[in-house]
């Protein structure tokens, strides 16, 4: 680990803000190459937002508050015992921005893994943080060291392969049936030929590290959202590796960021002289080969061929994907949240009582959506949430809509303390003109998986039954609650405008034979419970915010508490 600390490294994005809140895309950024006559030793060495490096500087010279009265009223946020530095960093869950590379590789969205066993291309699960974190994240320094038994893990049992990443400073049981991106690199799933991994930031020396020695010359592909100064402080990164080449997603709307995540098994080459397609009924394949042909970019043809080549008709989840652009007739249907209201009315099953059936939203950024619930939020994305089978109709304003994300108390008692803040990107000017969204909030709580502190980075999304025990689907994704990742209409509704690449996987209980997925009680639970048990990574019902409650928001000036130093942390 590096100067960073004991607190990990900073990490915020600002994809989901608002425009007024983001740099001209005509004006060149300045904040990614650190300045010589400044000190560059003591700035973070990766890429991405001047909010990172700000906080990074913070830390290193935290804001001194000398008012006794508040000292007394804010205990010190809860800290892991023993240890060093290095033991105390990250520990969040998948997903758009805001992870410390360490983490955010971990989640590493799409990561394509050629290997003489056949293409680990995206699985029937996805790695909450990757494809998942669920819940939690870990941060690069827990380590499986499990070897065959994480074989054995992915091999039986788990009918979804949803899984959750490995978090440091939580009881090793709930880090039993969780992964670290060292067990999806491991030799046990055959001689790797070549990588390619998809980001939202790269922190390339740890990322090559978290390969086996053996792999580590092996050709890596990055493909990467970075321009200007942090794409050539990028270029700069990866220069001593002869092994790694860059591709950049183009992002040609303003305030579009690149961002996904997910995990795939081996999947079979298809046999010379057969003429199978290996498409499977979620037309994943040709899905997922649509999405990496929307980057128009040339070192990905390779990959697309390779897709091509091998047999994924196992496949029984849906692919989500976002794309930037504009869209419309049946273009619309293709990306963002009209491909989910398609997917919903053409495979969900129909719910009794549909009405009472409420949405559950879970995210750690929240993006501009609107002067009030009209303007997007509660108008044509809840529409698509709520969209029913074809064989029934849903008034989707008396839907109940719950939205998940931590508040200030979330925050100040997680293993990271304030700091985990950093990942959670909701800027006071965004939330000072949408105060009317903040009572759709519930607090983070995850006893179910052991990462109630753990600040999550999953996002999902999901339709649970009024007493929480059965949904009709559940999304895992890179999509944070924002009209970036998802879109919005245009030209009265003519037009679909998205400005990010986002990918999810979507669960729809009619893949599986089913009419609805049961809730797991326990993520962990190695219990006889039914094997059509979803493994929801958080605690159902989600609970409201109280009277005293607050949503976490950065740059928010009533939110101070001591280090261990008994200095002042100010997040403004």
């Not at 270029?235 to 040609?252: F, G, M, R, S, T």
């Not at 997910?262 to 003429?275: F, N, V």
């Not at 006889?528 to 929801?536: D, K």
Request: charged residues 20%; aromatic residues 10%.
């Amino acid at each position: 680990m590096s100067q960073e600390g004991s607190y990990g490294r900073w990490t915020i994005s600002s994809s989901d803000e608002s425009e007024e809140e983001k740099p001209r895309p005509d004006e060149p950024s300045t904040s990614f190459l650190p300045h010589a006559e400044q000190g560059a030793a003591t700035e973070p060495k990766y890429t991405c937002s001047e909010a990172r490096k700000a906080a990074h500087r913070r830390k290193i010279a935290p804001v001194k508050f000398s008012n006794a009265d508040s000292v007394s009223q804010a205990s010190p946020p809860k800290r892991q015992k023993g240890g060093s530095q290095e033991d105390l960093g990250w520990h969040l869950s998948s997903s758009e921005d805001e992870l410390p590379p360490e983490t955010q590789q971990q989640r590493a969205k799409d990561t394509g893994v050629k290997e003489e066993k056949g293409l680990p291309s995206p699985r029937d699960g996805a790695v909450p943080g990757a494809g998942h974190h669920s819940p939690s994240a870990g941060h690069g320094l827990e380590t499986s060291g499990e070897g065959q038994d994480i074989w054995d893990m992915l091999d039986k049992g788990n009918p979804f392969q949803f899984y959750l990443t490995r978090v440091t400073g939580i009881k090793p049981k709930y880090n039993s049936g969780a992964l670290h991106i060292r067990d999806i690199l491991s030799p046990l799933f055959g001689t790797l030929v070549s990588s390619a991994q998809f980001n939202y930031c790269f922190d390339v020396d740890w990322l090559v590290k978290q390969y086996p020695p053996e792999f580590r010359k092996k050709p890596i592909l990055l493909v990467h959202g970075d321009k200007r100064e942090a794409k050539a402080h990028l270029h700069a990164q990866a220069k001593p590796y002869e092994n790694i080449a860059l591709c950049q997603a183009k992002l040609d709307i303003a305030f579009g960021t690149h961002h996904t995540i997910w995990l795939s098994p081996l999947y079979p080459r298809i046999a010379h002289g057969t003429h199978r397609s290996g498409e499977s009924t979620t037309h994943f394949k040709a899905d997922l080969i649509s999405y990496l042909m929307a980057y128009n970019a040339a070192p990905l043809q390779e990959w697309i061929g390779t897709i091509q080549e091998h047999d994924l008709s196992e496949t029984n989840v849906y692919l989500i994907g976002s794309t930037p652009g504009r869209f419309q007739g049946n273009q619309k249907d293709n990306w963002g949240h009209f491909r989910l209201r398609k997917l919903l009315k053409e495979h969900a099953s129909s719910i009794p009582k549909a009405e009472s059936w409420p949405i559950v939203g879970q995210f750690s950024s929240i993006g501009s959506v609107g002067a009030d619930e009209s303007k997007w939020l509660c108008s044509e994305f809840k529409e698509s949430l709520v969209t029913p089978g074809k064989e029934s109709r849903t008034p989707g304003s008396t839907v109940p809509l719950h939205l998940i994300y931590p508040s200030v108390e979330n925050v100040r008692t997680s293993l990271e303390g304030y700091p985990a803040g950093g990942s959670l990107p909701y800027g006071i000017q965004t939330a000072e003109k949408q105060n009317w969204l903040h009572s759709y909030f519930h607090k983070w709580s995850a006893d179910t998986s052991g990462r109630s502190h753990a600040m999550p980075h999953i996002k999902t999304y999901m339709r649970p039954s009024p007493d929480f025990s059965q949904l009709a689907w559940f999304l895992v994704t890179s999509a944070n609650l924002s009209k970036a990742a998802w879109g919005a209409l245009e030209k009265n509704g003519a037009q679909l405008m998205i400005r990010s690449y986002e990918l999810g996987v979507l669960f729809l209980p009619s893949a599986f034979g089913l009419d609805s997925f049961r809730v797991k009680q326990k993520f962990f639970s190695r219990s006889q419970e039914p094997t059509a048990s979803f493994p929801v990574p958080y605690d159902l019902p989600p609970e409201l915010y109280g009277s005293k409650d607050r949503p976490w928001i950065w740059n928010i000036p009533y939110v101070k508490a001591p280090d261990t130093h008994g200095n002042m942390w100010v997040p403004s």
